[in-house]
Structure formats: structure tokens, C-alpha cells
């Protein structure tokens, strides 16, 4: 296995011999240290195709930003890696999220001990930039002892950073993973939270990523709301771009879902807290962990499930004031955040509420709702089967490919132009389309990690499969990456946790001309050959990528393109695959001569058997996956990009 090392500054390749040093490029110093078992040191940074995050910290945020992975690499933070900011002294690494990393450290000569969070991979005009002034002018606006305040904003030595008030007693989050909270205990923290969203509401903020992991508590235990890096600003233009859903899925209202950012107000708000609140008295979210592609529809169209199906004794009054603050239309909902606390404070106090406990009819009614899949099946039955005709003619180009790779023949899974004959989308979703590449070549555009599958099953273990790709562009400042994937299965941990596990060969040849100008990115520029795990829990998706070892460490090696001058820049890649291993040959161009790398079924397996390649998720399940199989899906691989493919052909190798 390649122990090839990257810096977390600017991903260039780092010397392999070298544990500690500066990196060439960017001066930034870096140490290594196998075998660092601390939870700290064994985090780090990488941007590009190896990471990605589906929300703000968990779920969907509408873009792409890095994401902390874990793998062979350990990382140490080094004292000269934390940043230098007038008057503040003793740092001390506290985490990395979404958007950034948060240190602790002492304000002098006052002494008060602040949290001072720093922009990562920062650049300029980057929607990064956009979400840090957006958090900035949202703290600063709101003034109420439940909002965390902002002590200094400023730029250093790793970007833009601002200050703020430290609490070391943790989050919502880490409390219910710790004890369970009382029905009282939960109804004041969102009492508390409710008051704070309403005081941020009366300045023309709308939050949308209320959660536990958002809420902290100070010192004497009172609670304080943080993180407006998605807030709504009434009177500036929302951050968020037309279509893109952005929030936390677990918790956010089905308007919030539609993408629409016109229809989310202050009501949207108070269906997080009611979210919130049903997680705090039943420990279970109002929608089950599932599939971005699952989950929205479920939100958009499916009310809130009683709390009292997973509480039977819970106070059916408290039951009554959770589903109205989460009630699937918003005018059904509390008017404001102070009313759903008032609520509250009533039933603390055993006075009559606004929320009225469901009557039957009211509870038929709802389940009626919940089933009327199952009532439609019946009254629909006879257009039903029509349907089902119709099904089975459009899963028809499938069934026609593997009948031909059976008997023998060569297939062509996509043309010279035109789309592909069959496809499903293994991660992601986009629109198919011809018009990107500006030859009638099929394209899509991506903004996160997306597996587009071209072929189910091979049909046969010895095969020959050969690809045109060509990287359009790319889709923001993010690392942006194109290639193909195969060898893709899905596994589940001990613990329940789902995860996808494929070998991807990708490349990026869309790169700013004053990159292409460093001596460091044009030596090391190629062609990756990674395994990679990603998987889902607690709301976040993660990955942990291993580069595959293979015979040729220096081939597969090219000059890239730049934005200017990347013209039609077609790409071949073509498999030999066996069960023995995978030959890849790589033809940057038609004058250039093949380039190839054997990656054996040894290194294909390392990953299962070799207990220190083992991955784990953030909360120590192993993630197992199976071994290495030639007759397992292949298709096309993007990250943050429009990519375009055509002569995508199959044969088997068994007829030579």
C-alpha cells in the first residue's frame, strides 16, 4: 500500500521519507506519526475527491466543502501549525467541522479564555466566504444572553477567524449521548432555545439548522444557540442558490426540503425546535436515517409520527404541543418560536395550552395519511398493472445488455454520442444531458461525490472494459475530480451502519494556469488509484480513502489541461480484469504512448484482511467490506464536476 502523505494546507504530495518538515509550496509545517491513537491527532484535513460532507455538519447543505476523514495518514497539530492572532495565547485544538476549525485559547490581557473558530481552505469569492460573513453578521445583529456572542473578527496567518465566547460543558448532542434528559428538563432547554431563535427572529434571521449539535451550554448550564453560518438575512441576499436544499435532513421542515429558500421563514425555525424537542423526550428523530434521494421525499410528504408511538407514556398534552410545532403545513404550526415556548412554560406550569391533544377522528385521519399508499394500491390496482408493462419495457435495455455479455459479444454501454443504453445512480443524482461537452457526448454535472453505475453484473470474471472521459470543468473551488469506479458493494457494521465500499481511478485536469506553474504540482500530477468506505452515521456522511497499491508507483502520470486552454481533452482508460486483478491502462491522448498499472487481488483484498489497513467509523465500528470479485458494478466516478463520456464498450477477454 502506497504511504504517500499530503499536506493539509494545499494537498501536495509530501515527501514519503520525511515525517516532519515544511511543506515545499506552502511552508506549511507538517509531522506524521504512526500509530497516534489520541482522537486529536488522528484527524486530518484533506480537500479535494477524498472528502465530502452533505450538510452543515451532517446533512445537505447545497455545496461542496471538506470534510475530516481519517485513514493510514496521522496527523499531529503542531504548535506552529496554530494560528497567529494578536494578543491570544495558549492554543489548544478543540475540532473541525464543516466550515472550519476551533480552537480554544486565552484573550490577553483580559485573561477570558475564548473559542476561536478559522475559516479553512479559504479563497476569496468561495461561498466558504459567504457562510463565514453570513455567521458574522448574524451574531453580531442579535443581543440575548441565549445567543453565543462574537468578541473580534479579523483575518491571520490561516484566513479569516472571528472570536467568541468558550463553553466547555459541550453540546445538546453530547448530553443525550451521555444520560437521558427528562420530559421537563427537555421542554425547558427548548424554552430556553425557543426564546434566543425569537430574539434572532425579531432581527430578520431566520436560522434553518436548529439541532442539538447547535446548541451548547455555559458554564452555570443555561443555553446558548451558535453556529448562523445558513442563517436567512431579511434584508440581504440569501446565501443559498435557487434548488439547492440546505439544513440538517433529520430535523428540517418539508419546506425547507423543496429547495425553495423563498418559502422558509420564521416558522420553519420553530419545526427544528419541535424536531429537537421529539428527539429529547423519545431519543429517536421525527424521520429515520435513511438516503438523501429517500429522505426528501418522506419530509415533503409524510406529517410527523406521535411521539406517543415511541413514548406511550408520555404526557399526551406535550405529545400534542410537539406535533403542532412540527405540523407538515407552516400556518398549522406555533405564529412565532415565543408562542411554542410559552406553550411550554403552560404545560410546565399544568395551565391550558394552545396545542389540544388529538381527537379520534383527528387520529384516524392521520393514519389514514400515513397508509394511503396502501389505499391508493387498491383503488388504483387496474393502472397499477398498466404500469407495471411499462416498467418492465424501460428495465428492458438492461436485460438485453446482459443477455449479449452472456452469449459472448461485445457491448457498447454508451455511444459515440447520445446517452447511455441503461444507468442507475449508486450516490449522487444529476440530470443527464448532451449538451456539456459541446459534441453530443453524454455529461452530467455533480456538486458532491456521485457513482454513476453504466453495468450491473460483467457477466463473466475476465473482461475488457475501456472508457473516454473528459473533465468539462469544474464545479467551484473545491478539488475536483473525474474518473470511473468499479468493484462497487454496500456492507453494514456491527452496529447497523451502512456503507459503500468501491476501488475509483480519477484524475482532474481542470486546474488554474498559476497552479500549473508550481514544480511540485506538475511532478506529482496523475492519475489515483484509491479505495474507498463511505458511510453514514449520525447524520453525517464520511469516507475513508486508502491509496491501492499497485506494481508501476510512477506510471500513469500526465500533463493536465488548464481552464483556458482544456479544448476537447478526451482521456481513455481501459480495464483488462481478471479474478486474479485489474490492469489499467491509461492514454492521456492519441499521441501519447499507454501507460499501465497492475493492481493485484492481493491489493484489491489488503483493505479486508490486513488488520492495519482496518477502517472504522467516527465511532469505532469496523467497517468490513467484502472481498475483491470481478463481477460487481462499474460505472462513472465525479466529484464537484461536469464530466463527459462516450465509447464506453465491454468484452470478454475469455474469446481472445
Same mark, same amino acid.
Given at each position: 500500500?502506497?504511504s504517500?502523505?499530503?499536506?493539509?494546507?494545499?494537498?501536495i504530495?509530501l515527501?514519503?521519507?520525511?515525517?516532519?518538515?515544511?511543506?515545499?509550496?506552502?511552508?506549511?509545517?507538517?509531522?506524521f506519526?504512526? *500509530?497516534?491513537k489520541t482522537?486529536?491527532?488522528?484527524?486530518?484535513?484533506?480537500?479535494?475527491?477524498?472528502?465530502?460532507?452533505?450538510?452543515?455538519? %451532517?446533512?445537505?447543505?447545497?455545496?461542496?466543502?471538506?470534510?475530516?476523514?481519517?485513514?493510514? !495518514?496521522?496527523a499531529?497539530?503542531?504548535?506552529?501549525q496554530?494560528?497567529?492572532?494578536l494578543?491570544?495565547?495558549? $492554543?489548544?485544538?478543540?475540532?473541525?467541522?464543516?466550515?472550519?476549525?476551533?480552537?480554544r485559547?486565552?484573550?490577553?490581557?483580559?485573561?477570558?479564555i475564548v473559542?476561536?473558530?478559522v475559516?479553512?481552505?479559504?479563497?476569496a469569492?468561495s461561498r466558504?466566504?459567504?457562510?463565514f460573513?453570513?455567521?458574522?453578521r448574524?451574531?453580531a445583529?442579535i443581543n440575548?444572553?441565549?445567543?453565543?456572542?462574537?468578541?473580534?473578527?479579523?483575518?491571520?496567518?490561516?484566513g479569516?477567524?472571528?472570536?467568541?465566547?468558550?463553553?466547555?460543558n459541550g453540546?445538546?448532542?453530547?448530553? %443525550?449521548k451521555?444520560?437521558?434528559?427528562?420530559?421537563?428538563?427537555?421542554?425547558?432547554?427548548?424554552?430556553?432555545?425557543a426564546?434566543?431563535?425569537?430574539?434572532?427572529?425579531?432581527?430578520?434571521?431566520?436560522?434553518?439548522?436548529?439541532?442539538?449539535s447547535?446548541i451548547?451550554?455555559?458554564?452555570?448550564?443555561?443555553?446558548?444557540v451558535?453556529d448562523?453560518?445558513l442563517a436567512k438575512?431579511?434584508?440581504?441576499?440569501?446565501?443559498?442558490q435557487?434548488?439547492?436544499?440546505?439544513?440538517?435532513?433529520?430535523?428540517?421542515?418539508?419546506e425547507?426540503?423543496?429547495?425553495?429558500?423563498s418559502?422558509?421563514t420564521?416558522?420553519?425555525?420553530?419545526?427544528?425546535?419541535?424536531s429537537?424537542? $421529539?428527539?429529547l423526550?423519545?431519543r429517536e428523530t421525527v424521520?429515520r436515517k435513511?438516503s438523501?434521494?429517500d429522505?426528501i421525499?418522506r419530509? @415533503?410528504?409524510?406529517?410527523?409520527p406521535?411521539?406517543?408511538k415511541?413514548?406511550?407514556?408520555?404526557?399526551?398534552v406535550?405529545?400534542?404541543?410537539i406535533?403542532?410545532?412540527?405540523?407538515h403545513?407552516?400556518e398549522d404550526?406555533?405564529?412565532? +418560536?415565543? +408562542?411554542?415556548a410559552?406553550?411550554?412554560?403552560?404545560?410546565?406550569?399544568?395551565?391550558?395550552?394552545?396545542?389540544?391533544p388529538?381527537?379520534?377522528?383527528?387520529k384516524?385521519?392521520? !393514519?389514514?395519511?400515513?397508509n394511503? @399508499?396502501?389505499?391508493? @394500491?387498491?383503488?388504483m390496482?387496474? $393502472?397499477?398493472?398498466? +404500469?407495471?408493462?411499462?416498467?418492465k !419495457?424501460?428495465?428492458?435495455?438492461? !436485460?438485453?445488455?446482459e443477455?449479449?455479455?452472456?452469449?459472448g459479444e461485445?457491448?457498447?454501454?454508451?455511444?459515440e454520442?447520445?446517452?447511455?443504453?441503461?444507468?442507475?445512480?449508486?450516490?449522487?443524482?444529476?440530470? %443527464?444531458?448532451?449538451?456539456?461537452?459541446?459534441?453530443?457526448?453524454a455529461s452530467?454535472?455533480?456538486q458532491?461525490v456521485?457513482?454513476l453505475?453504466?453495468?450491473?453484473?460483467?457477466?463473466?470474471?475476465?473482461?475488457?472494459v475501456? $472508457?473516454?472521459?473528459?473533465?468539462c470543468?469544474?464545479?467551484?473551488?473545491?478539488?475536483s475530480?473525474?474518473?470511473?469506479?468499479?468493484?462497487?458493494t454496500n456492507?453494514?457494521?456491527?452496529?447497523?451502519?451502512?456503507?459503500?465500499?468501491?476501488?475509483?481511478?480519477?484524475?482532474?485536469?481542470?486546474w488554474e494556469?498559476?497552479?500549473?506553474?508550481k514544480?511540485?504540482?506538475?511532478a506529482?500530477?496523475?492519475?489515483?488509484?484509491k *479505495?474507498?468506505v463511505?458511510?453514514?452515521?449520525?447524520?453525517?456522511?464520511?469516507s475513508?480513502?486508502c491509496h491501492?497499491s499497485?506494481?508501476e508507483?510512477n506510471a %500513469?502520470?500526465?500533463?493536465?489541461?488548464?481552464?483556458v486552454?482544456i479544448g476537447n481533452?478526451?482521456?481513455?482508460?481501459?480495464l483488462?480484469?481478471?479474478?486474479n486483478?485489474?490492469?489499467?491502462?491509461?492514454?492521456?491522448d492519441?499521441? +501519447?504512448p499507454?501507460?499501465t498499472?497492475?493492481?493485484?487481488?492481493?491489493?484489491l *483484498?489488503?483493505?479486508?484482511?490486513?488488520?492495519r489497513?482496518?477502517?472504522?467509523?467516527?465511532?469505532?465500528?469496523?467497517?468490513?467490506?467484502?472481498?475483491?470479485s470481478?463481477?460487481?458494478?462499474i460505472?462513472?466516478y465525479?466529484v464537484?464536476?461536469a464530466?463527459?463520456?462516450?465509447?464506453? @464498450?465491454?468484452e470478454?477477454l475469455?474469446? *481472445?
Amino acid at each position: 500500500m502506497s504511504s504517500s502523505r499530503f499536506c493539509q494546507h494545499c494537498n501536495i504530495q509530501l515527501p514519503e521519507e520525511s515525517l516532519e518538515g515544511k511543506c515545499t509550496s506552502c511552508g506549511s509545517a507538517y509531522s506524521f506519526v504512526n *500509530d497516534l491513537k489520541t482522537p486529536q491527532a488522528t484527524e486530518t484535513r484533506r480537500t479535494g475527491e477524498d472528502d465530502f460532507v452533505v450538510g452543515s455538519d %451532517l446533512d445537505v447543505t447545497g455545496e461542496h466543502v471538506p470534510s475530516t476523514i481519517r485513514d493510514d !495518514r496521522t496527523a499531529v497539530v503542531l504548535k506552529s501549525q496554530f494560528p497567529n492572532i494578536l494578543s491570544h495565547t495558549d $492554543f489548544e485544538f478543540v475540532g473541525r467541522g464543516g466550515m472550519g476549525t476551533v480552537y480554544r485559547a486565552i484573550q490577553r490581557p483580559t485573561d477570558r479564555i475564548v473559542a476561536v473558530k478559522v475559516v479553512s481552505h479559504f479563497a476569496a469569492g468561495s461561498r466558504m466566504r459567504d457562510r463565514f460573513m453570513n455567521e458574522v453578521r448574524a451574531h453580531a445583529k442579535i443581543n440575548h444572553p441565549g445567543i453565543v456572542p462574537i468578541y473580534e473578527v479579523g483575518e491571520c496567518s490561516h484566513g479569516p477567524y472571528f472570536t467568541m465566547e468558550y463553553h466547555p460543558n459541550g453540546t445538546l448532542s453530547d448530553r %443525550l449521548k451521555k444520560r437521558v434528559i427528562d420530559d421537563h428538563e427537555a421542554a425547558q432547554i427548548v424554552v430556553e432555545a425557543a426564546d434566543a431563535v425569537h430574539a434572532a427572529h425579531l432581527q430578520g434571521i431566520i436560522h434553518r439548522d436548529i439541532k442539538p449539535s447547535n446548541i451548547l451550554f455555559s458554564a452555570e448550564g443555561r443555553v446558548k444557540v451558535t453556529d448562523f453560518g445558513l442563517a436567512k438575512h431579511a434584508t440581504s441576499e440569501d446565501i443559498t442558490q435557487t434548488g439547492f436544499v440546505i439544513g440538517t435532513l433529520t430535523y428540517m421542515s418539508p419546506e425547507q426540503a423543496c429547495g425553495d429558500a423563498s418559502k422558509v421563514t420564521k416558522s420553519s425555525d420553530v419545526y427544528c425546535l419541535g424536531s429537537t424537542l $421529539f428527539q429529547l423526550v423519545t431519543r429517536e428523530t421525527v424521520r429515520r436515517k435513511a438516503s438523501i434521494q429517500d429522505s426528501i421525499p418522506r419530509i @415533503v410528504n409524510d406529517p410527523t409520527p406521535s411521539p406517543m408511538k415511541f413514548r406511550p407514556d408520555l404526557c399526551p398534552v406535550l405529545d400534542a404541543i410537539i406535533l403542532k410545532s412540527t405540523a407538515h403545513r407552516p400556518e398549522d404550526r406555533y405564529v412565532t +418560536a415565543e +408562542a411554542l415556548a410559552n406553550d411550554l412554560r403552560k404545560w410546565e406550569a399544568g395551565e391550558p395550552t394552545e396545542a389540544k391533544p388529538l381527537t379520534r377522528s383527528q387520529k384516524i385521519r392521520r !393514519r389514514l395519511h400515513r397508509n394511503r @399508499v396502501a389505499l391508493a @394500491v387498491l383503488i388504483m390496482l387496474p $393502472f397499477l398493472i398498466a +404500469a407495471a408493462t411499462v416498467v418492465k !419495457r424501460e428495465s428492458e435495455p438492461k !436485460r438485453q445488455i446482459e443477455r449479449a455479455l452472456a452469449r459472448g459479444e461485445k457491448v457498447t454501454l454508451v455511444g459515440e454520442t447520445g446517452l447511455p443504453k441503461w444507468h442507475v445512480w449508486d450516490m449522487g443524482n444529476a440530470e %443527464l444531458s448532451t449538451t456539456i461537452s459541446g459534441d453530443d457526448a453524454a455529461s452530467h454535472q455533480t456538486q458532491v461525490v456521485s457513482l454513476l453505475r453504466l453495468l450491473d453484473d460483467p457477466m463473466t470474471d475476465s473482461y475488457r472494459v475501456s $472508457f473516454d472521459i473528459r473533465h468539462c470543468s469544474k464545479w467551484d473551488n473545491s478539488g475536483s475530480y473525474v474518473g470511473i469506479y468499479f468493484g462497487y458493494t454496500n456492507g453494514v457494521t456491527a452496529g447497523k451502519v451502512p456503507f459503500s465500499h468501491f476501488i475509483a481511478i480519477n484524475f482532474s485536469d481542470v486546474w488554474e494556469n498559476a497552479e500549473l506553474l508550481k514544480p511540485d504540482v506538475a511532478a506529482n500530477h496523475g492519475v489515483k488509484i484509491k *479505495d474507498y468506505v463511505i458511510y453514514q452515521e449520525n447524520e453525517n456522511y464520511s469516507s475513508k480513502v486508502c491509496h491501492v497499491s499497485y506494481s508501476e508507483p510512477n506510471a %500513469l502520470f500526465f500533463t493536465p489541461r488548464n481552464n483556458v486552454n482544456i479544448g476537447n481533452c478526451w482521456r481513455t482508460i481501459v480495464l483488462d480484469v481478471t479474478p486474479n486483478g485489474v490492469l489499467v491502462s491509461w492514454i492521456p491522448d492519441k499521441n +501519447a504512448p499507454i501507460q499501465t498499472a497492475y493492481v493485484t487481488k492481493t491489493h484489491l *483484498d489488503e483493505f479486508v484482511y490486513v488488520s492495519r489497513f482496518a477502517r472504522t467509523t467516527n465511532a469505532g465500528e469496523k467497517m468490513i467490506p467484502e472481498y475483491w470479485s470481478p463481477r460487481r458494478p462499474i460505472g462513472i466516478y465525479s466529484v464537484s464536476a461536469a464530466v463527459a463520456y462516450r465509447n464506453v @464498450v465491454i468484452e470478454s477477454l475469455k474469446n *481472445d
